[in-house]
């Protein structure tokens, strides 16, 4: 039971009281690493260079511009943008003035992309020139938006014959810089990110100003990110997806050097960056690792200043560890999602485990990690009783903490069980604390009553030679309910028949798992159904063998 | 101009509201760090170790027992303790139940400690065995305390025939831990220290959990003192002194193993804990490391796990920072305040400094230092007008921030100046934020309306040969008003005669600073004045020298 003390029982201090707002972190680092640079790889195809006190000028311009704009307060204001200093400074600019940076996710569907714009309102939208004919898509579906400003150089904007373009950089050169930040309570809104969902419309996260600020901080932790002035940090996670992983604000925290990858993605770009400017750290998805490693290793180059890679969204594969690990370069698990602005987790080792061997070592930082200081976490049963942290019983994770969102922005039911925020994701968190996915809760296949995790299953199918992807899914079975079907790309050189090969690859799992957990079948697909973003959709594959027939 | 939003104007976000409190720090570390140790030296005499969970488990029963006695939320709970797990269990105890954990500095004089157990009312005084000397001779001074309880197994406990004592381990006891934490406003009060000025009585500064738990997420940064789990830190600076540096809440915020010493800190004591309990980083004072280094040179010792010392109150020796460094062992520059919770800046080097060399270097980490995000800093001139970041204008230093007093404990008037907190320090602050002090405002020298820092005098000074101690103060000058005066303790070998090593000193002085800073004469004397917490009394040594007579 907790008890709470009304303010006029207790003694109350006597410190300084100010808002904790996100333009103190940009006026923090002109102060303090005013000459330290921020590096882009342009849409234009060159490379741009400036500084925090440049960028800081210009985000007061972007602040002057958006109130003769008539912005107000509160509006919300729309990026379709890559990662680059231009999408830095419209971050400070619109929620430093008090208005909400609503950054779009260009890789959604066109319908979704109209919705949530439309959703939240947007007033205006500032777009790289990549976007162009997705924006002139938009533009008779978005009647709220106003302005639409392509961020470009004068002599380099592109025409359209369907919509008027402002020209960012003539906007910009209007105003003079002269504007200070307004003061106002931390809990404003500050920046707005959707939720592409396999289900449903795309859901809004509101961030708040003090939360954006607590997550910079607990983020930057040496045992979170580790992120200081002494680092060159290069966010490959794009800015229009939970706002980089809060690096555009850790970064400023702490007078890290940024390197913005902009559009280029592939390896040799990636690596030109990290070898040019001598990036330490870099965070982002496995599937951009792969090309950058495959690139070094064709190209048989080396890292010199690269010591660590921070990887979300999705499980780092442990022969991609490996191979990071020949280079030299250390792999960070952190765990989190677009609710949780977004870092919940990040995996690490504590001073006793540094005596330990490396396989050991190994296994705590396969593991998705404890969480930040201002998040909690528990597991529940289906029943919402909660389990124990003992690494081996899973259920539904549930977080709360001061960068966890109440409620969807516009929504009318809370997603709060309990004050608690279901994640959707199935784990395990052993005494240490130390959290694993083992599932999505859709995705965990319930047999007998008895949970089995799809995730597991495919870690061990993946390791079959024959195996390029594999998914586990849920179908019906009149006895136990539910019961494992895998189904398995092949790899292209695979020969082998598909009936001897089923056998052969059941036959895999024995001694693996627990044998009730075996796959009842294995079934065979040119490929996977995956998601605007590049994520395998369950949902689909379900719907594809929800009459496929096992044996009794 | 700054303007202010009113909220009604603005978006306000959907992200979880909670209030910061200190208990959640000791919680999480229970959850995510529940076997990492915390090793104390005993004031019984032996080594103490337990975990984070069984702190957190008898912090709970602290909490208890104080309800039992009839504390209330706000009310102020004296501590005269060492270093050592109770203490700490009392910060958590105390803090976590809404009531405030006022630390006292057992060095300072019998009557300012008095006076300040008076002024704070503490109604219970929890104190080491060493203490009890002090505490007797309290008893009929303090009659707002109504519990006097002795720090000790209940089979170690002292007998005194003037007052009647409580044991702890005695009253821990009775409770059962069942208790949880209550949830209060993040501005209420957590903790109260008083500074032990030079003149005056002595000041309260009233923390909050808000404060107190920004101020950990700061300091623990990687740019900061990188506390994290991977890391085992000493902190030697006393717990009564500024919180030991927040030591107590970012080591459970992170999760670092905490070693603390006890009473006993000589270099050989220190040295055991450290070579034996692994330390990576400890916190304290130039004396403290003087004798530390000097016990391993002897032994002929080397450190193996030791990497870093973090150095506060006052400027490390050049000389120090090299033997360290001889050692492998990095010396870290921080400065602050009992004001500032106490943390304002800490010296570090940007990725660009890398490439720099060592003396380039040495010339950054000499100083003191950058803000942490949170802080800042401006340097005005006697009229209050800003000086330039040049490196070179040196003028008060102003400080604000979310962990800056705003006013003393039960003061009338505030010691802000235009919202901003007078430091007392005389400093420069570069380019790049890094601020350096040169002395303390009533210490600079104003001769003929311009500014001398007795401090640069003072470091010119202690580099030659013959010089032990040196003090530059101003003495009257019918002419410039003011005049720097050189005081010197000679090194007991010199045996050169006064006259001529007057010479010889103000010679030195030739080249190394302007002309018209040079001192006009330099006088001998056996020992320098102290203040009860070992700080040079420049006071007392301008009373004595008042009718010094200057050449003209």
Known sequence: MT??????????????S??????????????????????????????????????????????????????????????????????????YGISGSGSVCHTINPRLFEEQIAYIINHAEDKIIFFDITFLSLVEKMVPQCPTVQHWVCLSDKNKMPSSEIIELACYETLIANENGDYAWPVFDEFAASA???TSGTTGRPKGA??????????????????????SSAEVIMPVVPMFHVNAWGTPYSCPMTGAKIVF??????????????DTEQVTMAAGVPTIWAGLLQYVKEQNHSFHSFKRTVIGGSTCPPAMMASFSEYGVNVVHAWGMTELSPIGTVAGLKAVDLQKSKSEQNHILQKQGRSLYGIEMKIVDGEGKQLPN???????????????????????????????FPTGDVSTIDADGNMQITDRSKDVIKSGGEWISSIDIE???IAHPAVLIAACISVHHPKWDERPLLVVVKKTEILQDEQSLKKDILAFFEGKVAK???????????????????????????ELFKDHRLAQ
């Open 3 to 16: 008890t709470f003390i009304d303010s006029n029982a207790l003694l109350m201090s006597q410190m300084m």
């Open 18 to 91: 100010q808002p904790m707002l996100i333009s103190s972190l940009l006026t923090h680092a002109k102060n303090n690493y005013g000459t330290t640079e921020i590096v882009s790889r342009r849409t234009e195809g060159d490379i741009h260079r400036y500084t925090y006190a440049d960028c800081e000028q210009r985000a007061r311009q972007v602040a002057q511009m958006l109130s003769r704009l008539d912005v107000q307060p509160g509006d919300r204001i729309g990026t379709l943008a890559w990662n680059g200093y231009r999408h830095l400074e419209l971050y």
């Open 192 to 194: 707005l990110c959707y």
């Open 206 to 227: 509101l961030y708040s100003h003090r939360s954006t600020i607590l997550h910079a901080y607990a983020s930057a932790l040496p045992g979170s990110l580790s992120i």
């Open 261 to 274: 990858p902009g559009a280029k993605l592939d390896g040799a770009s990636l690596f030109e960056l990290i």
């Open 390 to 420: 003992d690494g081996k019983a899973f259920g539904d994770l549930m977080v709360k903490g001061s960068w966890v969102i109440s409620n969807y922005y516009r929504a009318e039911e809370s997603p709060l069980v309990d004050g608690w």
């Open 459 to 461: 870690n061990v199918a």
């Open 516 to 542: 009730w957990w075996i796959p009842d079948d294995v079934t065979f697909i040119d490929q996977m159904p995956l998601t605007a973003t590049g994520k395998l959709m369950k949902l689909k594959l379900r």
